[in-house]
């Protein structure tokens, strides 16, 4: 008899954290392998548009760091 996705997710919160990165690195990679193709074109499509904005200096890019600490303080607004 299979496992039920409860079942599953209760024994994998029993195992230790870097076996519980591992299994969501594994599922992930899984999923990534099932995207519609259409959908991957059109996120290939915007990255490209993007990197031309930002290499054509339409946009400029802003620091990872800089970008979350205005999220984290849109947040803290709330």
Known sequence: MPFTENQIYHEAMQLPNASKI????????NIGNNIDGNIEALQIKEAKR?????????????????????????????
Request: proline share 5%.
């Open 22 to 29: 591992f299994l969501i690195e594994k599922l992930l990679e």
């Open 50 to 78: 993007r990197r031309d904005d930002i290499r054509s200096g339409l946009v400029q890019p802003v620091p990872g760091e800089d970008a979350l600490k205005e999220v984290r303080n849109m947040v803290e607004e709330r």
